[in-house]
Nanobody, 122 residues
């Protein structure tokens, strides 16, 4: 079992910044990828950014150059630094952890955080 606890959402003006945090605890596999997804009202959940255990990152085109994902492996925590926020970034942001024991196998763990609201508005 893995628990993900998110924090850092809130209300910010356009152009502002926020940093989201997601602390993972429990039986975390060493082969893993952690990511941030978001879901706006009436829209599908979409990947925002992800990072593998070796530090490879992936970003949605809409956030490239503005958002940065990073991890503190010692604390099992993943961060999302969001700069130059736009109204279209408004959504509930979810942390996701996928893990497995063997590289060639499918993901054995797939856990989600409870979500944190990010609202970008003047």
């Amino acid at each position: 079992q893995v628990q993900l606890v998110e924090s850092g959402g809130g209300l910010v003006q356009p152009g502002g910044s926020l940093r989201l945090s997601c602390a993972a605890s429990g039986s975390i596999f060493s082969l893993n990828v952690m990511g941030w997804y978001r879901q706006a009202p009436g829209k599908q959940r979409e990947l925002v950014a992800s990072i593998t255990v070796v530090g490879s990152t992936n970003y949605a085109d809409s956030v490239k150059g503005r958002f940065t994902i990073s991890t503190d492996n010692a604390k099992n925590t993943v961060y999302l630094q969001m700069n130059s926020l736009k109204s279209e970034d408004t959504a509930v942001y979810y942390c996701n952890y996928k893990g497995k024991r063997v590289a060639a196998s499918p993901w054995q763990h797939d856990y989600w955080g409870q979500g944190t609201q990010v609202t970008v508005s003047s």
